[in-house]
T-cell receptor, first 114, second 122 residues
């Protein structure tokens, strides 16, 4: 079975500050890991994904995430927050034997203060 | 491609009525997923199809829920009869079937989501 835990349902940062959203996963097979962003009243948009290639993954809008197998983590970071980054962020896990089925974390709402 | 298209965007219905949500996946995608999003339970997978065949419906809450995919370009999620606790945002997503190929790491493994249908049952 696979599962995802996102630490912190709400994170607030100041504009220009570092963004760090935490995600830990559980998987009995090598995982595929994803971060999705959801803006208000919108669907989910893929930010980045890890599929067993490079452990440091760069995505859109300046976000990146590092896969750490020893820590079973896939934390999302951005060096400098922008007001437009305010949204809800979801970490998800899948694997080659899951047929594309994604297991999502509970989500982290990111607020950016001016 | 216009992406995954869901209709309606919003639906308000009375308890006991039948509700049908619709989804048009991206052309060429052979996987289709239905998710439900609520504050209490987050994003839950309800059911998914591969080549129009239901593969895993273990997430369907109860017999009031049913999903069909009569062809590669259309799927429906039906709730009959609807109840207030069914109020949620329902998302449809589609993907190409590369998840099963472990070695093909550079292939696209992204699931594309629709805008969702916000269902309110009063």
């Amino acid at each position: 079975a696979q599962s995802v835990t996102q630490l912190g349902s709400h994170v607030s940062v100041s504009e220009g500050a570092l963004v760090l959203l935490r995600c830990n996963y559980s998987s009995s097979v090598p995982p595929y890991l994803f971060w999705y962003v959801q803006y208000p009243n919108q669907g989910l948009q893929l930010l980045l994904k890890y599929t067993s290639a490079a452990t440091l993954v760069k995505g859109i809008n300046g976000f990146e995430a590092e896969f750490k197998k020893s820590e079973t983590s896939f934390h999302l970071t951005k060096p400098s927050a922008h007001m437009s980054d305010a949204a809800e962020y979801f970490c998800a896990v899948s694997s080659y034997n899951q047929g594309g089925k994604l297991i999502f974390g509970q989500g982290t709402e990111l607020s950016v203060k001016p | 491609d216009a992406g995954v298209i869901q209709s309606p965007r919003h639906e308000v219905t009375e308890m006991g009525q039948e509700v049908t949500l619709r989804c048009k996946p991206i052309s060429g995608h052979d996987y289709l997923f239905w998710y439900r999003q609520t504050m209490m339970r987050g994003l839950e997978l309800l059911i998914y199809f591969n080549n129009n065949v239901p593969i895993d419906d273990s997430g369907m809450p109860e017999d009031r829920f049913s999903a069909k995919m009569p062809n590669a370009s259309f799927s429906t999620l039906k709730i009959q009869p609807s109840e207030p606790r069914d109020s949620a945002v329902y998302f449809c997503a589609s993907a190409q079937g590369v998840f099963l190929i472990k070695a093909v790491e550079d292939r696209d493994t992204e699931a594309f989501f629709g805008q969702g249908t916000r269902l309110t049952v009063v």
